[in-house]
């Protein structure tokens, strides 16, 4: 018990001495802070994610419309088999993907932090106190993903 006492005398900055209540109280405090930035961290994480992935398809269609030409003409030419033809459609689109998932975040970033921008939601995280590097710390655990 002695840890929680000094850890909350350290936490508080106050020099007096404590009682175990006031100690508890300091930790849960504590916890409830660290608690609430996991929280915003997942909740910035979740903004991202939907306009991710909107983003993502909308950039696939772009793509594979560019090439659709292309593959009605194997079908119409050539007379290749569509079985063939839809093989062919899905290795396209995984070829796509180191054009489509950068853009696609960086699309989603920008609709996420316009979003929270416009609502006030950034001004209110840091009135909370939160830095923003301490904002951007989700937008780099989603990157290096």
Same mark, same amino acid.
């Given at each position: 018990m002695k840890w929680i006492v000094?850890?909350?005398?350290?936490?508080?900055g106050k020099m007096n001495a404590f009682t175990l209540e006031e100690a508890i109280k300091s930790m849960k405090r504590c916890l409830v802070t660290i608690n609430s930035r996991r929280r915003l961290s997942f909740y910035i994480a979740?903004?991202?994610?939907?306009?991710?992935?909107?983003?993502c398809t909308f950039f696939l269609?772009?793509?594979f419309m560019l090439?659709?030409?292309r593959l009605v003409q194997l079908v119409l030419v050539s007379r290749i088999p569509l079985e063939t033809v839809?093989?062919? $459609?899905?290795?396209? =689109?995984?070829?796509?993907?180191h054009?489509? +998932?950068?853009s696609a975040f960086l699309a989603s970033l920008v609709i996420a932090f316009n979003r929270l921008s $416009?609502?006030?939601? =950034?001004?209110?995280?840091?009135?909370?106190? +939160?830095s923003p590097g301490r904002i951007l710390i989700p937008c780099l655990a989603l990157?290096?993903?």
């Open positions: 000094e850890k909350a005398r350290r936490v508080s979740s903004e991202i994610a939907g306009p991710f992935a909107l983003a269609l772009v793509f090439q659709a030409l839809l093989k062919i $459609s899905a290795c396209m =689109l995984l070829s796509f993907s054009y489509v +998932l950068p $416009s609502e006030g939601e =950034l001004v209110a995280m840091q009135a909370l106190g +939160l990157a290096a993903l």
